[in-house]
């Protein structure tokens, strides 16, 4: 009987446990527990008024509000790089107070004031969201919501009178809605000239302070007067409209934009070498600046003439003198084929005096190549008279609010004259019937300028600018703006199609000295473009 008891026990116990995980398994699936009930959603709007007040406060603001975008990108770039960024910001931060410390210690009597520890911690800023603001001027505006909860340790050691005080900042609270601007976007790297910030309500600031390792904020009222005094003063410095201006480039050289004027006049050349076999050459000059994409002057065409003279006068702009070199080359015209070039060579501008004629002759060469034996050949010389003329230092545009001022053309322009100048930004909504590669074409008193082609764009963004010199105000003149589309294929279908047109009159811009408008284009739908015109005189 023993024998069969233990059997029997074993059996027992084996179908004990699978009848038990069995009925256990069916019991933890299908029988549900009353006192677990499903989570109630609810909208916001049906939420009581003081869940509501304890749930704003941590919803972000692009959620709440829809011209907010989402910044999760930026705050997971942030994650990974501010290791590294902490220590950059830090280097940067004690490279920038060192001078200033140094020049403010001696009013107070102080023997120096090191940083013994800074570090911005583990914890990166986090962006809740960022307004972005779209605006017809070159600017691009930005409004973030920062929030950063830090564990920063800054520890300063500051020595006086033989004695050593440590300084330490901990649990460092920064709540802050700042204004970024970035302003006047230019063509060059990194596309911006100048950043602007301002902030848009006072921050609110949090932070542990600790003197020799006892905790100052916990002084009764000190917390609440140190916390209020930050406030005020950051506010005082940088609450909207007053900005902390970082420059990050000449915005008149960012833009490439006219700095004076090259008076040339072309006085005559002597001892050039004919080119035709039978009788003498038929010379005329063809000038140009290097680095410049303007059209280039020529002079008129002295038929069988190896020593001419034309005393003819140009006027040129120039963007950047110091790089600038004035190209002379002579040609011998030819009634049928290619005209033969006769000699050339070129005059820096850095070369020249300022205000003051300066004649040259130069020696005409076959290239500027120095080591090619050819330019050893005698081919004659060219006589020229030069006058560069910068504009004052007064009108060159220092800073943006100073870019909607319009330079003043330099002393020596024709009375009544000036630069009309032409900026094409952009255009909008363009609709093509076969293609649309769009182009702008300007024409003004019969001369025609184009901006570059751009493929396959509805919404082109072109930022090129042309300039005129005029003899006298275009009050009754009217630009002529039309937007060409150019098919990229070859082919004698539909090669070109007008997108649209409009007529600008001159007088607005004679008399406001700068305008910069959308127009709406003729025979198109919806398309538009920004035009900046700006009317420059030497008053």
């Known amino acids: 009987m023993g024998f069969f008891s233990t059997i029997f026990g074993f059996c027992g116990f084996g179908l004990g446990i699978s009848i ?4 256990g398994y069916f019991l933890f699936i299908y029988v549900q527990s009353t006192d677990v009930q499903n989570p109630e959603i609810r909208p916001l709007v049906d939420q009581d008024t003081e869940t509501l007040q304890r749930m704003l406060p941590e919803i972000p603001l692009w959620v709440k509000n ?5 910044l999760d990108w930026l705050n997971k770039f942030l994650e990974y790089m501010w290791p590294y960024l902490d220590k950059a910001i830090c280097k940067t931060a004690k490279e920038i107070a060192k001078p200033i410390i140094a020049e403010e210690i001696p009013k107070y009597k102080i023997e120096s004031v090191e940083f013994e520890t800074l570090t911005l911690g583990s914890l990166p800023p986090t962006f809740q969201g960022m307004k972005v603001y779209v605006t017809d001027e070159k600017e691009l505006i930005m409004e973030p919501s920062i929030k950063w909860a830090g564990n920063p340790n800054v520890l300063v050691a500051v020595k006086a009178f033989g004695l050593k005080a440590t300084v330490q900042v901990v649990d460092l609270q920064v709540f802050a ?23 848009m309500d006072k921050p609110y600031v949090d932070f542990g302070l600790k003197l020799i390792g006892a905790d100052l904020m916990s002084i009764p009222g000190l917390y609440r007067f140190v916390q209020e005094l930050i406030k005020d003063q950051v506010a005082n410095m940088y609450l909207w409209p007053k900005t902390l201006e970082v420059p990050i480039m000449d915005p008149a050289k960012a833009f490439n934009r006219p700095v004076g004027i090259l008076h040339v006049k072309v006085l005559r050349a002597m001892k050039l070498k004919k ?26 065409v002295k038929l069988k003439n190896l020593n001419p003279e034309w005393n003819e006068e140009f006027n040129i702009v120039v963007k950047d003198p110091q790089s600038q070199a004035l190209e002379l080359i002579v040609y011998d015209w030819e009634k049928v084929g290619k005209h033969e070039k006769m000699g050339m060579n070129v005059v820096p501008l850095k070369d020249l005096p300022k205000d003051e004629p300066k004649v040259l002759t130069v020696d005409l060469l076959k290239n500027m190549d120095l080591n090619d034996a050819q330019n050893e050949k005698q081919r004659g010389q060219l006589e020229v008279e030069l006058t560069y003329k910068p504009f004052k230092e007064e009108d060159m545009q220092k800073g943006f609010e100073e870019t909607l001022t319009v330079q003043k053309a330099p002393e020596g322009t024709p009375a ?5 100048v032409i900026v094409v930004h952009e255009a909008q909504d363009l609709e093509g019937k076969h293609h649309c590669n769009p182009s702008a074409r300007l024409i003004f008193r019969g001369e025609e300028k184009r901006t570059k082609p751009l493929k396959k764009s509805r919404d082109p963004r072109w ?31 539909h090669p070109k199609e007008s997108l649209g047109y409009v007529q600008i009159s001159l007088s607005d811009v004679v008399s406001n000295k700068r305008i910069n408008q959308k127009y709406h284009l003729i025979d198109s739908k919806n398309g538009q473009i920004q035009i900046e015109l700006q009317w420059r005189t030497a008053e």
Do not use: W
């Not at 829809?66 to 989402?70: K, T």
């Open 20 to 23: 038990g995980l069995v009925v």
């Open 66 to 70: 829809p011209d907010y975008d989402r």
């Open 177 to 199: 809605a700042p204004r970024i601007t970035l302003k006047p976007l230019v063509p060059s790297f990194p596309c911006f000239a100048q950043i602007n910030v301002s902030l």
């Open 275 to 300: 080119k035709d076999l039978l009788g003498a050459s038929d010379p005329y000059v063809k000038l140009k600046l290097t680095e410049n994409n303007l059209p280039s002057h020529k002079t008129s």
């Open 416 to 420: 009544g004259g000036g630069l009309l």
């Open 463 to 493: 930022a090129e600018d042309f300039q005129f010199m005029c003899e006298e105000p275009p009050i009754n003149d009217k630009l002529h703006v039309e937007v060409v589309s150019t098919s990229s294929r070859m082919g004698l279908l």
